[in-house]
């Protein structure tokens, strides 16, 4: 690896983990508080939610299948268009495919505290039961997230959501589409979610609460460093996975493969769970509830669309590609360290036809 692209890595990853990471979790944080709170204002116990939850739900959900049928037909519209009317369309676009990827979590965790609960064997089961069908279904590389992957708004990415088999209206009957995009939220995303769920409350209620000392934002910072250490082991140990070859043992490769996505699961979630709760602590604490989310949901989304990354406040799931890659955060290898690319340029010399490549 030559001296420059050390350097991008390196910018990619410290970017990644004091920028676009926050970030993210910053509109996650708002957006996510502010919608539980108007559901379920009136509803203290969990028992009572299961309603108020499915309709939350069924709407993300709905909502994030349609916004990729959206994405799909217009990419062939868009693509010979101008950069400010791709630009908007991508803006209103991901803004939709964010705030109702966070509806369907508020749904989905909703209805994961009604049933089976949070007694440490129910939690458990969800989580062994969702991972093992992700690694049966060869998807459970969907767990990873922030700050080990992120997402720039180019047009392909953007115009060419991820789902499970692949499919694209350009090589795709339409019907394949629209099942493959159901499946992929109504199954592996779901799934998704249930992983992370059971990992969550397991570390809020049985692993880590218990060993802490409950001094201001001591809860925070403990998830922080264990996700920290972990993301610079996914990073030591990378290459090494992606480069065992077939004379190594298929048994031997499947098993370092299973074991590093799920060290990249781990680090995303107390990523996510460390920043969230230092954010309660330090994110403007004086200002009241409603101003601190509404804030909070503004700035993130606005942040990273600035730094061109807005795509990363989405979630989707799709196949593990054959080759695993647990890093996926290259942003000055992608802009340039001394200028920002144009995210449009090239796209002239692409038709309707052109076949995309697809991000592994």
């Given at each position: 690896?030559?001296?420059?692209?050390?350097?991008?890595?390196?910018?990619?990853?410290?970017?990644?983990?004091?920028?676009?990471?926050?970030?993210?979790?910053?509109?996650?944080?708002?957006?996510?508080?502010?919608?539980?709170?108007?559901?379920?204002?009136?509803?203290?116990?969990?028992?009572s939610?299961?309603?108020?939850?499915?309709?939350?739900y069924?709407?993300?959900?709905?909502?994030?299948?349609?916004?990729?049928l959206?994405?799909?037909?217009?990419?062939?519209?868009?693509?010979?268009?101008?950069?400010?009317?791709?630009?908007?369309?991508?803006?209103?676009?991901?803004?939709?495919?964010?705030?109702?990827?966070?509806?369907?979590?508020?749904?989905?965790?909703?209805?994961?505290?009604v049933?089976?609960?949070?007694?440490?064997?129910?939690?458990?089961?969800?989580?062994?039961?969702?991972?093992?069908?992700?690694?049966?279904?060869?998807?459970?590389?969907?767990?990873?997230?922030?700050?080990?992957?992120?997402?720039?708004?180019?047009?392909?990415?953007?115009?060419?959501?991820?789902n499970?088999?692949?499919?694209?209206?350009?090589?795709?009957?339409?019907?394949?589409?629209?099942?493959?995009?159901?499946?992929?939220?109504?199954?592996?995303?779901?799934?998704?979610?249930?992983?992370?769920?059971?990992?969550?409350?397991?570390?809020?209620?049985?692993?880590?609460?218990p060993?802490?000392?409950?001094?201001?934002?001591?809860?925070?910072?403990?998830?922080?460093?264990?996700?920290?250490?972990?993301?610079?082991?996914?990073?030591?140990?990378?290459?090494?996975?992606?480069?065992?070859?077939?004379?190594?043992?298929?048994?031997?490769?499947?098993?370092?493969?299973?074991?590093?996505?799920?060290?990249?699961?781990?680090?995303?979630?107390?990523?996510?769970?460390?920043?969230?709760?230092?954010?309660?602590?330090?994110?403007?604490?004086?200002?009241?509830?409603?101003?601190?989310?509404?804030?909070?949901?503004?700035v993130?989304?606005?942040?990273?669309?600035?730094?061109?990354?807005?795509?990363?406040?989405?979630?989707?799931?799709?196949?593990?590609?054959?080759?695993?890659?647990?890093?996926?955060?290259?942003?000055?290898?992608?802009?340039?360290?001394?200028?920002?690319?144009?995210?449009?340029?090239?796209?002239?010399?692409?038709?309707?036809?052109?076949?995309?490549?697809?991000?592994?």
């Amino acid at each position: 690896m030559s001296l420059r692209s050390t350097i991008q890595s390196t910018l990619d990853l410290g970017f990644s983990l004091l920028c676009l990471g926050p970030l993210t979790v910053l509109f996650w944080r708002g957006t996510f508080n502010a919608i539980t709170d108007i559901a379920f204002r009136d509803l203290p116990t969990f028992s009572s939610r299961w309603y108020p939850a499915l309709i939350l739900y069924l709407i993300g959900t709905t909502m994030k299948i349609l916004v990729d049928l959206t994405k799909h037909s217009l990419r062939s519209i868009l693509i010979n268009k101008g950069p400010c009317l791709q630009s908007f369309s991508s803006m209103i676009l991901v803004y939709l495919d964010a705030f109702f990827g966070v509806v369907m979590w508020v749904g989905g965790f909703n209805l994961l505290y009604v049933f089976p609960g949070l007694h440490w064997y129910g939690l458990t089961s969800v989580l062994l039961v969702a991972s093992s069908i992700l690694m049966v279904i060869k998807a459970f590389n969907s767990t990873g997230s922030v700050p080990l992957g992120i997402s720039t708004d180019e047009f392909e990415n953007v115009y060419n959501p991820n789902n499970y088999f692949g499919t694209k209206f350009e090589n795709s009957c339409s019907y394949k589409v629209i099942l493959d995009t159901i499946f992929s939220y109504t199954v592996v995303h779901t799934l998704v979610i249930c992983c992370w769920w059971g990992m969550w409350e397991l570390e809020n209620r049985y692993i880590l609460f218990p060993c802490e000392i409950t001094v201001k934002d001591i809860q925070a910072w403990d998830s922080v460093i264990i996700s920290y250490f972990l993301v610079f082991v996914v990073v030591a140990i990378n290459n090494s996975v992606k480069e065992m070859r077939e004379e190594d043992g298929q048994f031997s490769k499947t098993a370092a493969a299973t074991f590093t996505a799920f060290l990249a699961f781990l680090a995303a979630l107390n990523f996510w769970r460390g920043i969230w709760s230092l954010m309660d602590f330090y994110f403007f604490p004086s200002m009241s509830l409603w101003n601190n989310l509404l804030l909070s949901h503004v700035v993130g989304f606005l942040g990273t669309y600035i730094a061109g990354s807005s795509l990363t406040l989405t979630q989707s799931s799709e196949k593990d590609s054959n080759t695993p890659d647990f890093l996926s955060f290259q942003y000055w290898s992608k802009y340039g360290a001394c200028g920002k690319k144009n995210l449009y340029e090239d796209l002239d010399q692409h038709s309707e036809t052109t076949p995309l490549v697809n991000e592994v």
